[in-house]
């Protein structure tokens, strides 16, 4: 008699509870323009203003090459010496002129080297876009496959929505017939209105992720994922290790090209420039006139250089050990993905081919039991978890795959910023 009571309470209070709301969650809503993967990481990279600065620098370094094309400015020089004095110097007519015209004679290729290393400069300037880029395409690609899962999780759910719809029906008619008892027809609807929240709130998370997406290019509007994105990434997917690969990668092979070159110029710097002067001094208020001729080299040129080509040498040095260290922790990384997604597969096969078929056989033969009063409710709610839980497990098993995947394909090389926007997908 409790039961009854208990029951009936909840059937009264079951208008409290968003059912009516959530009926239509599964329903289709209103039709999106559907945006790709790589039209969402084009739109990001043209609306995106860190390439535009990376650009800025590049730029910047071309005016370096320019400078460093110039060859030293002539100088012309005017001196006055022995101005008149006063007292007894100011009778003495020592007075002197001199104008003089200096040309500095570059030796041992010094201007060749140091356009080599403005040109190497450019070229470090150069690998920080691709760096920005490839930042951007993967942030936006993380994005993307995070709506793609919340729109499938959204689409189990609705299963399970249709499954304890079917459930509650079979629940109304045999309380209706006094098979059952009343809290049976509650827990039923308070388990179609859980399963009708959740699909509302993944449909939220999902569309608050495109939204984000499409902020990155200054817009709000919403957008659709691509049909089938999760599945053609599950079956496009590869997982060999051929090599490891990072765009830093050519951002130390650049910086270290440019080192390289400043080398050749501090050993341009050891063969000293020779400084030409030639010029007219007059002297007194006279008319006498007189030409002067002068060469200045200066001298520890070698000394200098050599120490600042150590210096530049322990700069390369960091920079390889930098490089080995990187390619070591992405191969470790890679390995890692490698397993991580292999499991997954092996993980989804099994579901798939095991697990799923006996678990909605198991449901098919507890509904077909309950209706005709064999099990109880608790069977066929247990029956019908099991099922919820594989085809969640299942679809974790596919982002752990898709992410490892796509984490592995960045670390293999097999994705770069330009691939990523033109990929098939």
């Not at 650049?254 to 390289?260: G, H, I, K």
């Not at 001094?281 to 250089?305: C, H, M």
């Amino acid at each position: 008699m409790a039961l009854k009571i208990m029951g009936c309470a909840l059937v009264m209070a079951l208008p409290l509870l968003p059912v009516s709301a959530q009926t239509s969650a599964c329903e289709a809503g209103e039709e999106l323009e559907i945006v790709t993967s790589s039209e969402a990481m084009r739109a990001a990279l043209d609306a995106d203003l860190r390439p535009v600065l990376a650009d800025k620098t590049v730029a910047l370094a071309r005016t370096e090459r320019a400078i460093a094309a110039l060859r030293p400015n002539d100088t012309i020089s005017l001196e006055t010496e022995n101005f008149p004095g006063i007292g007894f110097a100011g009778d003495v007519d020592n007075l002197e002129i001199t104008g003089k015209f200096s040309r500095v004679w570059e030796r041992g290729g010094k201007r060749d080297a140091r356009e080599a290393l403005a040109q190497a400069g450019i070229a470090v300037a150069e690998t920080e876009r691709e760096i920005i880029e490839y930042d951007i395409a993967r942030a936006v690609e993380i994005l993307y496959i995070e709506a793609a899962l919340l729109e499938r999780r959204a689409d189990l759910a609705c299963k399970r929505v249709a499954i304890s719809r079917l459930l509650k029906e079979i629940v109304d008619r045999r309380v209706e017939a006094a098979r059952d008892p009343v809290l049976a027809q509650a827990r039923s609807a308070t388990d179609l209105a859980r399963a009708e929240a959740e699909v509302s709130e993944y449909r939220r998370l999902a569309t608050e992720r495109r939204l984000t997406i499409s902020s990155l290019w200054g817009q709000d509007d919403d957008f659709a994922i691509e049909p089938g994105f999760l599945d053609l990434r599950l079956q496009s997917g590869r997982l060999a290790i051929d090599a490891v690969y990072s765009p830093e990668f050519e951002k130390l092979q650049a910086e270290n090209r440019r080192l390289s070159a400043e080398i050749e110029l501090r050993k341009a710097e050891t063969v000293p420039d020779v400084t030409w002067t030639a010029g007219v001094r007059k002297f007194g208020y006279q008319e006498d006139i007189g030409v002067i001729a002068g060469v200045s080299i200066p001298l520890g040129t070698q000394a200098y250089s050599a120490a600042k080509t150590s210096r530049t040498r322990a700069w390369q040095g960091l920079n390889v050990a930098k490089e080995r260290a990187l390619r070591q922790q992405l191969l470790r990384q890679a390995v890692s993905y490698q397993r991580a997604a292999q499991n997954a597969l092996t993980s989804i096969s099994v579901i798939d081919n095991q697990l799923l078929p006996e678990a909605v056989r198991a449901l098919e033969l507890a509904q077909d039991g309950y209706d005709r009063g064999a099990f109880s409710y608790l069977e066929i709610i247990d029956a019908q978890r099991t099922l919820a839980e594989l085809r969640e497990q299942r679809l974790g098993h596919v982002e752990t795959f898709i992410l490892n995947e796509a984490d592995l394909a960045r670390v293999t090389g097999r994705e770069n910023s330009k691939s990523l926007v033109e990929k098939k997908q």
